[in-house]
């Protein structure tokens, strides 16, 4: 059980391009969903926490109208990465928690996308 | 504001050896400490996670202990395999902040 999809697992667009990433909690609820970008050999970098029916909250240095967050629903979230640069290339993760778990639950992660921007 | 820090970038041991990782942290006194494998292009599984009034947490052949006056966290692999060689990525309490990981190698 607690199974996250990311969609998709890999992706090459073109500079000035968006890109719209999907998460999506298969088979549990899940009220908060986090957002990382990991650069090569480094950690996860916590980008934004996602609510489901509210803004997310951004980590500070990220830029809010740069990855749009959209958590519409109890099952799924979007990253929307707007107007891709080179720099923006990155692996990008997702996870999420159950709904209702306890405060220190583990998180389950998605597999990440891997993003290329040309 | 509080650092996390993962005692080496990578350790390589040889099978069959105990492998110990350190995670150490600072101007924080995290409620949980949580410990993750993530294999090349994929994401985080989690492995353990230890209460700060829990002194030590097994399973099978994982062991973390959590000294919260030291403000360290120690991760053992006893009798490693192979197939233990990812990174492992240490993470505390709610806010899910991570440590840059370390690259474990186990060397047949």
């Known amino acids: 059980g607690a199974v996250v999809s990311q969609h998709p697992s890999w992706v090459i667009c073109k500079s000035g391009t968006s890109v719209k990433i999907e998460c999506r909690s298969l088979d549990f609820q899940a009220t908060t969903m986090f957002w990382y970008r990991q650069f090569p050999k480094q950690s996860l970098m916590l980008m934004a926490t996602?609510?489901?029916?509210?803004?997310?909250?951004?980590e500070q240095g990220v830029e809010k109208d740069k990855f749009l967050i959209n958590h519409a629903s109890l099952t799924l979230s979007t990253l929307t990465v707007t107007s891709a640069h080179p720099e923006d290339s990155s692996f990008y993760i997702c996870?999420?928690?159950?709904?209702?778990?306890?405060?220190?639950?583990?998180?389950?992660f998605g597999n990440g996308t891997r993003l290329t921007v040309t | 504001s509080q650092k996390i820090e993962q005692n080496s970038e990578a350790l390589n041991i040889q099978e069959g050896k105990t492998a110990t990782l350190t995670c150490n942290y600072t101007?924080?006194?995290?409620?949980?400490l949580q410990w993750y494998r993530q294999d090349p292009g994929r994401g985080p599984v989690f492995l353990l996670l230890?209460?700060?009034?829990?002194k030590e947490k097994r399973k099978e052949r994982l062991k973390v202990t959590f000294d919260t006056t030291l403000k360290q966290s120690l991760f053992h692999i006893t009798a490693s395999q192979p197939a233990d060689s990812a990174t492992y990525l240490c993470?505390?309490?709610?806010?899910?902040?991570f440590g840059a990981g370390t690259r474990l190698t186990v060397k047949p």
């Open positions: 230890i209460r700060e009034n829990e």
């Open positions: 101007n924080y006194s995290p409620a949980y």
């Open positions: 996602s609510n489901e029916g509210s803004k997310a909250t951004y």
């Open positions: 993470a505390l309490d709610m806010d899910m902040r």
């Open positions: 996870s999420a928690s159950p709904a209702g778990s306890s405060y220190n639950s583990p998180l389950h």
